[in-house]
């Protein structure tokens, strides 16, 4: 038996919200005996990436190199999951949540008669049926799922467990797989993408700013401050609605979510679409210079205050730390 | 060319979500349910391709009774007809397979959904038809034009956007900036009254899964306020108490 987890890669690594689905499955395995985890990489990424999947709990890695499946078109890469799945025998498939994982994870269902479950925050509880707790109302509340197929896909929410940073390196076998032309229908004519930020979905720390920031010129403060954290940036609907910034940094209810360990808030005004996308942060800071904006019920530390004044100050005192 | 946009009837986004019968149901006491937001983009867009190319529209949502309000506003927003398969729309795997039977009797061109509903959030529905139907499912879509047979699209990557082309038929999830919201006229209400809205029975009583219970997340503790001349304390606060630096 064996667990198989979908890992994601971009720009020559291994995301880190799949490392951390690794780290899921090599859990749920300790716990409830499912023998190896397997971790699954599809399309063109170096050899020494993949043997570091070890390290997050993984002891083999799949490795289909065909740079067909370089993009992610959804079909090709279910199709070869699929594949990979019965080769390996496994009843359990585990990915990080994901425009593409989600994708990819729906068709898989269908084609193994798998029963997924998306948004998981916890390992399954299996002592009365397969019980799995996920997020629903976009974080607003959780649902105990009982999974009632034989075979399991689970789309693990970031921070659902730690990242386990030691285990040994993982063996990489590559395969080679006859997936037929008809799941490569969908062509990628071009791709246009930020090179080198931190992407807001795998982001630790995320600055995000809204309408108080007043104008695109302004967010040099914003970048600074995330440049001098590590942390990506992101900011309110009607910011991007504007073109201040771009669409992909839209965070809350039609956006982005987020799970950062630390989520701080710059002239955002705290509507409920927006902390919906911010709830499952682990804890929130508002600069806001109006005591009664919303956000400050939904943080943990906040300071009334002009942004202009406050965030070269902030900045300050994050390089003063190091 | 036969466009299907599949909506969901959910809470309106500011609701305060609760639950009754000992956290086994949703409470909907007070709540107002609206066209789910991603699939609003999609009736948008849908609506613009129909007017552009002459296309018929039908508004389908897998739902009881009480949604129909929710389908006749599809109609006053555009839709010409709706399809009403009168079940509680048990999980996604249930949902896909009403979809999907629809889908096989109607030859659609073109499928649109939202990229993920507002209350279970799955985002798989347009996945699970797509393999159903053995026809490509691309999302989330945030653009979408129509060139003979191919579609030409923008879909959101994480950091970025990716173009794509495929050709009809096809399936999309849909999400902004696709089109903007439509809000019903007056006129479109009026004649939304008397569009046709069929009501037909499951085809299948399949499910994936079920939900046992409900929780809500614990409540957040008050805010702690630093002094805006003492930023640096906030800075001590996040490293050695809240320990995130
Ligand atoms: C269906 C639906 C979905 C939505 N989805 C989203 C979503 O996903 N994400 C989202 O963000 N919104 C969403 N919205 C919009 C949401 O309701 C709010 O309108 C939006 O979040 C407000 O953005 P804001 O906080 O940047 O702007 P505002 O509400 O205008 O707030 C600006 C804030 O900046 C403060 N400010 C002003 N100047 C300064 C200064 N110099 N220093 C410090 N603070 C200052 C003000 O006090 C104010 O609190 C959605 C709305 C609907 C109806
Ligand atoms: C009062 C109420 C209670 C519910 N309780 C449950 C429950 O206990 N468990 C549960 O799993 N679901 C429940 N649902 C159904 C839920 O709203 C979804 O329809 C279904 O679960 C699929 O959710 P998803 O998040 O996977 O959809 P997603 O995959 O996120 O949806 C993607 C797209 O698929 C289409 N779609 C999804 N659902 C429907 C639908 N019903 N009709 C037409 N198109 C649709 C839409 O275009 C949507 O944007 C309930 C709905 C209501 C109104």
Redesign the interface.
Known sequence: MSVLVYIEHADGSVKKNSLEAVSYAKALSDKQGEGEVIAVALGSVAQEELVKVGHAGASKVVHVNDEKLNAGIIQAHSEALAQVYGKVGAKTLILAKSSLGDAVAARLAVKLNAGLVSNVVELPVTASGYKVKRSIYTGKAFAETIVNKEHKILAVKKNAVDLKTDGSDAAVETVTLDIHAENFATKITSTDKAKGDVLLPEADIVVSGGRGMKGPENWGMIEDLAKELGAATGCSKPVSDIGWRPHHEHVGQTGVKVAPSLYIAVGISGAIQHLAGVNSSKCIVVINKDADAPFFKAADYGIVGDAFEVLPKLTEAVKALK | MKILVCITHV?D??SK?Q?TENNTKFDKNGVQFIIG??DDYALARAVELKEQLGASLTVLNVGEAETEPTLRKALAIGADDAIRINAFPKD??FV?NQIAAIAKQNNYDLIMMG??S???????????V???LGI?????V?KLEIDGDTVKMA?????????????LPLIA?C???IAEWKIPNMRGIMSARTKPLQVLEPVSDE???????????PA??A??????DN??E??K???NE?K??
């Open positions: 809470p986004t500011t979500i639950f937001p991603y996604s795997l896909a990229r993920e507002i209350d279970f959030n799955g985002g798989m529905v347009h996945g699970m797509g393999e159903m490509p499912s691309i999302s989330p945030m879909r959101e990557i994480e950091g970025g956007k990716e173009y794509l082309e495929a050709k999830g999400q902004e900036p499910t994936a899964t079920n939900v046992t219970t409900y929780q809500l997340p957040k503790g805010v702690k306020l630093i002094d805006k930023v640096a906030l800075v606060l996040l490293k809240a995130v630096l």
